[in-house]
């Protein structure tokens, strides 16, 4: 049994960022190995345990094959003979698919650094194309780290164009979608996610009512400077639609009812 430190951990602790939230993998483990060592299965259909001490998660290595529509389209494999680098080879970018062992030691089959040294958000394999939601979280990461320089790289956006035209973002749940667009509304940058979305087609999928010139990104932005919440930034966002338009955006996201309303009167009166 081999435990690593995979993900944003071990990502922003190399850009010298805060971490917070950790996700450990295991490497050469079974489920049965997992509860004879005290872990707790978080589900019955997912290899996910809970640290019989700390609480956190601990996932077992796996693989996963796309079988359906959207993000949850996927089986998945989990057996010890599952390696390090092919559970790391199914996630979205490079900066995310480095594991660091327990003696520090960074595991980074896929050029992770060498993209956090570059800037680059950059996809790991052409199986990114699989998973919709991952236009999601490539332009909220982009709105994330767009301080830091960060760009997304032509073949990944190349490959979010993909996904937009298959209208694969349509089988994204109203749930998981917002979900995103509320993470990314709270970034310094928010902007950008916005920004992102419109390059790659994304944005005319998910928020068509939203005009192709943008004029409330300066709006949205100054929110974020002056580090107004979620619903004056999603407010900000739909300022001068109509309101059968922010009505349509708010019923299609099941976005919170305190975001919905103020949306509402500032289009109203603003």
Known sequence: MQIYKVGGAVRDRLLGLPVSDVDWLVVGATVE??????????????????????????????????SGRGYA????????????EQDLTRRDLTINAMAEDLHG?????????????????????????????????????AARYAGLGFKVAEETLALMRQIAESGELQALTAE?????????LMEDQPQVFIEVLQACGGLAQLMPELPDNLPTLAALRRAAQSQQPLPVRWA?????????????????FKVPRECQELAVLVGEYA
């Open 105 to 141: 030691v960074i595991h980074d089959p896929y050029h992770g650094q060498a993209d956090l040294q570059r800037r680059i958000l950059r996809h790991v394999s052409p199986a990114f194309a699989e998973d919709p939601l991952r236009v999601l979280r490539v332009a909220r990461f």
């Open 176 to 184: 998981r979608s917002w979900k995103e667009i509320e993470r990314a």
């Open 236 to 252: 900000c966002l739909l300022r001068g639609l109509p309101a059968a338009a922010i009505k349509a955006l708010n019923q299609r």
């Open 33 to 66: 190995q997992m509860h004879d060592e005290g872990y707790r299965p978080v589900g019955a259909d997912f290899p996910v345990f809970l640290h019989p001490k700390t609480g956190e998660e601990y996932a077992l290595a796996r693989t996963e094959r796309k």
């Open 73 to 84: 389209g996927f089986t998945f494999h989990a057996s010890p003979e599952v390696t390090l």
